[in-house]
């Protein structure tokens, strides 16, 4: 007789369509914890009216949402459909349960279910830094909730992950003593999947510059357009792509008209990391209080040269200088860490292949899935005595 499966649930507040780093890393932890043998369904939320459906051979539980904050911070509608959905769910024969991001309401409602259900739940730490939108009004009450959702949390789960040693650190804050360390992480054949992919036609003389993420104020976007308002008059044969959606892109398209500035708006996944594999210099220029961000993965993965902010786990994978550029948040400081490498070609090539060893050798998803795996494995069978 075949042995079943164990079936693992993943609650995370936003799932793909929806492209993040959080979503991201729930898409590839459930995609080699499926190699590895489980059984996986992802309950998110439905922020678009997305259908019920199959991705590849795991089941997705979308729940409906409020309208509020639904692109920001997804809040369940518990209507007459969230009952139906989760009664489904409950159907399910569920062996344990992972909730992603400790402040979103999906990690209360799996925590809740997993203690219903009298099953393993844990939780994985995305963030190093209270959540902010720039407003101090609203960030003193959004950090006043999520003390307030954390305390509540903590009744129902007692193991929490980071994707970095920064996140373990911010756990501490909130009187959380992490377990251990779940690495955001990249699939180990990226690079070979897309080393001969391209997005566009590359001109031998132009130097690439590229940002990918959200075009909104926390991501640094708007120093990194200044920034490089300064760099091209001195270097002429620099370009800035930036990839990706959001509130401030239609008003930066406006500003920076200028056919040195690309704005592509939002790529898929297979288009981001074929324009890495076009790109010299990445950037991220984040004030955003990340994990790990999975953007400094992908572009080092695919041999570019980072500069980037001190934000979350950034600093454990851009450990000492022969691997990137670690900069200031400002205006001046993100210009001298391009400009560091535009000065030092032979400098900018080392870079580009020592990260790549490093994501290699450190941070794929081969290493972390059979982490998560075994400590799954521990809590299950420490639950089934």
């Not at 509020?68 to 139906?84: G, S, T």
């Not at 800035?240 to 008003?251: C, I, K, S, Y």
């Amino acid at each position: 007789m075949k042995k079943q499966n164990k079936t693992i649930a993943i609650f995370s507040g936003y799932f793909l369509p929806f492209l993040g780093g959080i979503e991201r890393y729930t898409d590839k932890l459930s995609e080699h914890l499926k190699s590895l043998g489980y059984d996986i369904i992802i309950v998110t939320s439905n922020y678009d009216h997305l259908k019920q459906e199959e991705k590849g051979t795991y089941h997705i539980f979308r729940i409906p949402i409020y309208s509020l904050f639904h692109n920001r911070y997804p809040i369940p509608h518990r209507n007459k459909e969230y009952k139906i959905i989760m009664k489904k769910l409950e159907q399910e024969k569920i062996d344990a349960v992972i909730c992603n991001t400790r402040f979103h309401l999906t990690s209360m409602i799996g925590s809740k279910f997993a203690k219903k259900k009298n099953i393993p739940v844990l939780v994985i730490e995305h963030g190093s830094n209270h959540f902010t939108v720039n407003n101090n009004l609203l960030d003193f009450f959004g950090e006043k909730y999520e003390h307030f959702i954390t305390n509540r949390l903590k009744k129902y789960v007692t193991q929490f992950y980071g994707v970095s040693e920064k996140c373990n650190d911010w756990l501490q804050h909130f009187d959380i003593q992490a377990s251990g360390i779940f690495y955001n992480s990249i699939s180990r054949d990226s690079y070979e999947t897309y080393k001969e992919k391209h997005f566009f036609k590359k001109k031998n003389d132009k130097i690439v510059i590229t940002y990918a993420g959200r075009m909104i104020r926390e991501k640094g976007v708007e120093a990194l357009l200044e920034a490089f308002q300064k760099i091209k008059k001195k270097y002429k044969n620099t370009i800035l792509v930036l990839a990706g959606d959001g509130p401030l892109l239609e008003d930066l398209q406006k500003k920076y008209i200028d056919n040195s500035i690309q704005f592509l708006g939002k790529l898929s996944y297979d288009e981001v990391m074929a324009l890495y594999n076009d790109t010299d210099i990445f950037v991220h220029p984040s004030m955003f209080p990340e994990g790990l961000p999975t953007v400094i993965l992908e572009a080092g993965i695919m041999e570019c040269a980072v500069v980037a902010t001190d934000r979350g786990g950034t600093c454990e994978v851009i450990c000492d200088e022969k691997y990137g550029v670690i900069v200031k948040e400002s205006i001046k400081g993100i210009q001298e860490g391009i400009e560091s490498f535009l000065e030092n070609p032979k400098r900018m090539e080392s870079c580009k292949k020592a990260i790549h060893d490093r994501i290699m050798k450190n941070f794929t998803w081969d290493v972390t899935a059979k982490q998560v795996a075994k400590e799954l494995e521990e809590m299950i069978d420490e639950r089934n005595g």
